[in-house]
C-alpha cells in the first residue's frame, strides 16, 4: 500500500497506537516482529505516514492488551483517517480537548484571532468563569470542570521551548464587561503582562478600521515542523479542524491582512492599560454608590 499525506486522524491514529505501545512496555521493533509487519511499516503507521486497516490496529491493541473506550476510538478513526479535516460533533458535552492539545502542544507558531471575548489561553479564571455563567450555556455544576481543562492548556506557555504565538483581538474583547469592572479589570491587567512575555504577540484590531478580513469569526492557526499547518474551528456544539491545501491559503491570507489592520504592539498594550483602567475606576465608583 502506497504511503498517503498523514491526516489529523491518520496522525491521532498513531500517535494512540505509539502510547499502547509504550504502555505495554514494547519497542517498534519488537512489535513488528510478534506482528510479523516490517519495522518500517510500522514506523510509518505510527507518524501517519502509512493509513492502518482496522485489521493492523485491532491486532495491535490486542498485542498491547488495550481494550474498551480507548480500543473503540482508535478503531472509529481507521474508517476515515484517509478524509482530510475533521468535523468534531460533541453537543453540550464539554469539547473533546484531545486533538486540540496534542496540537497545540506539538506547533510550532500559534496564531489566533478572536472578535468577542479574550482567547481561551490567556483567559483568567474567573472571566472564564463569567462567561461560561453569563452565556448560560453550561449547567452550573460543569463549570469548574470547564475552568480547570481552559486554564489547563495555558501551560503552553511554560514548555521549555514554547510555540511563539501572536494573538490578534478586536477592539471589542476590551470593551465587553464580562464578569463586571472587577473582573474585567483584572483580565486586561492580565493580557498587558501576558503581551510583555517573550515568545507572544499580542494586537488589538481598532473598531475604528470598521470591516476586516476575520469578519466571519474565531480562528487557530497552528504550524508544525514536520507537516502542514492546520486551522481550528469551534462553536458551541463542535469543532472543527481544517487542512486542505485551499482552507490554509484562505486563513493564511486572513492572517495577512489582520497583520496590517492591527495595532502595533505598543499601542495595543496601551489601549489595553487605558480599558482596564477605566473598568478599575468603574469599579471603584460602584463600591462608593454601595
Same mark, same amino acid.
Given at each position: 500500500m502506497k504511503d498517503r499525506e498523514p491526516t489529523i486522524r491518520s496522525r491521532e491514529l498513531g500517535d494512540g497506537l505509539r502510547q499502547a505501545m509504550e504502555g $505495554?512496555?514494547? %519497542? @517498534?521493533?519488537?512489535?513488528?516482529?510478534?506482528?510479523?509487519?516490517?519495522?518500517? !511499516?510500522?514506523?510509518?503507521?505510527?507518524? @501517519?505516514?502509512?493509513?492502518?486497516?482496522?485489521?493492523?490496529?485491532? &491486532?495491535?491493541?490486542?498485542?498491547c492488551r488495550v481494550w474498551g473506550?480507548?480500543?473503540?476510538?482508535?478503531?472509529?478513526?481507521?474508517?476515515?483517517?484517509?478524509?482530510? @479535516?475533521?468535523l468534531q460533533q460533541h453537543g453540550p458535552r464539554l469539547p473533546p480537548l484531545v486533538?486540540?492539545?496534542?496540537?497545540e502542544n506539538k506547533a510550532l507558531v500559534i496564531s489566533d484571532f478572536e472578535p468577542t471575548v479574550v482567547p481561551g489561553l490567556?483567559?483568567? @479564571?474567573?472571566?472564564? *468563569? $463569567? !462567561?461560561?455563567?453569563?452565556?448560560?450555556?453550561?449547567?452550573?455544576? %460543569?463549570?469548574? $470542570?470547564?475552568v480547570a481543562a481552559r486554564l489547563a492548556r495555558q501551560s503552553l506557555f511554560n514548555r521549555d521551548r514554547p510555540a511563539r504565538f501572536t494573538f490578534?483581538?478586536?477592539?471589542?474583547? !476590551?470593551?465587553?464587561?464580562?464578569?463586571?469592572?472587577?473582573?474585567?479589570?483584572?483580565?486586561?491587567?492580565?493580557?498587558? *503582562?501576558?503581551?510583555?512575555?517573550?515568545?507572544?504577540?499580542?494586537?488589538?484590531?481598532?473598531? =475604528?478600521?470598521g470591516g476586516h478580513a476575520a469578519i466571519n469569526g474565531a480562528f487557530k492557526f497552528m504550524e508544525f515542523g514536520e507537516f502542514k499547518?492546520?486551522?481550528?474551528?469551534? &462553536?458551541?456544539?463542535?469543532?472543527?479542524?481544517?487542512?486542505?491545501? =485551499?482552507?490554509?491559503?484562505?486563513?493564511?491570507?486572513?492572517?495577512a491582512c489582520l497583520a496590517d489592520a492591527a495595532l502595533g504592539e505598543e499601542e495595543s498594550r496601551e489601549l489595553i492599560a487605558t480599558r482596564a483602567?477605566?473598568?478599575?475606576?468603574?469599579?471603584e465608583d460602584h463600591d462608593d454608590s454601595a
Open positions: $505495554a512496555g514494547l %519497542k @517498534g521493533n519488537q512489535v513488528a516482529r510478534l506482528l510479523d509487519l516490517s519495522p518500517s !511499516l510500522i514506523s510509518r503507521l505510527l507518524s @501517519g505516514q502509512r493509513h492502518a486497516t482496522a485489521v493492523q490496529v485491532a &491486532s495491535f491493541l490486542a498485542l473506550t480507548e480500543r473503540d476510538r482508535l478503531l472509529a478513526l481507521c474508517d476515515d483517517q484517509h478524509i482530510p @479535516g475533521w486533538t486540540l492539545v496534542d496540537h490567556l483567559q483568567t @479564571g474567573d472571566y472564564t *468563569r $463569567a !462567561l461560561l455563567r453569563e452565556a448560560r450555556t453550561v449547567p452550573e455544576d %460543569k463549570i469548574d $470542570a470547564r490578534y483581538v478586536h477592539e471589542f474583547v !476590551l470593551r465587553l464587561p464580562i464578569g463586571g469592572p472587577m473582573v474585567m479589570a483584572d483580565q486586561l491587567r492580565h493580557l498587558r *503582562r501576558m503581551s510583555l512575555r517573550p515568545p507572544l504577540t499580542l494586537r488589538v484590531v481598532p473598531a =475604528a478600521r499547518p492546520v486551522v481550528y474551528l469551534e &462553536s458551541e456544539t463542535s469543532s472543527l479542524f481544517l487542512e486542505t491545501p =485551499a482552507e490554509i491559503e484562505a486563513y493564511q491570507r486572513i492572517l483602567t477605566e473598568f478599575h475606576a468603574d469599579r
